[in-house]
């Protein structure tokens, strides 16, 4: 029962640091909002826990600071980047609603983020549909750091590290 808890508590802290491992991402002046759109929309979404909501919120506040920069570079962990990659996806789909549905959309303050990043879009909201290119190839020039991530964390999981416990405590010490 031991070895097992031992085992364990051994897989859980490997699998934690590799998803808590710090990758710096530098984002081009254009892909600054997109990356800041995306995590709008990742903190509108359901299913995040208290510390993804905390932690998109500072990369949040990272991007929104840096937006009018030609670049920004942040550090995000490999949970980060598959969260941001999926945000991306979420961003071209609901760009897109946001073209179709008149400038509405059903993620919290995503609306309000398109039209304060793209004052194009208050007047005419199918502009957005000439947006989507842009999450497009940031999405693919980040889908190796995104591949990357998922197999650190696949590799995480399934090569735990063995490791004998540091004491045995049904075992009687020879003093």
Do not use: C
């Not at 550090?75 to 996806?89: Q, R, T, V």
């Not at 549905?101 to 303050?109: K, L, N, Q, T």
């Amino acid at each position: 029962m031991t070895k097992r808890l031992s085992t364990l508590v051994t897989y859980t802290s490997r699998v934690q640091a590799t998803l808590t491992t710090m990758i710096q991402i530098s984002f081009k002046t254009e892909d600054i909002k997109f990356a800041h759109l995306a995590t709008v929309y990742s903190l509108g979404s359901p299913g995040n826990s208290a510390e993804e909501i905390e932690r998109m919120k500072d990369i949040r506040d990272l991007l929104k600071s840096d937006i009018n920069k030609a670049t920004s570079t942040i550090s995000l962990s490999n949970a980060d980047i598959i969260k941001l990659g999926a945000a991306l996806n979420g961003v071209i789909n609901e760009l897109k609603q946001f073209a179709i549905g008149d400038g509405r959309s059903m993620v919290p303050e995503f609306s309000q983020t398109v039209q304060a990043l793209f004052p194009e879009t208050k007047t005419s909201p199918s502009f957005a549909m000439d947006l989507i290119e842009s999450p497009v190839k940031l999405k693919q020039r980040l889908s190796i750091n995104i591949n990357d991530a998922y197999q650190a964390i696949e590799q995480a999981q399934q090569n735990p590290e063995k490791t004998e416990p540091r004491w045995k405590f049904w075992k009687k010490t020879s003093t």
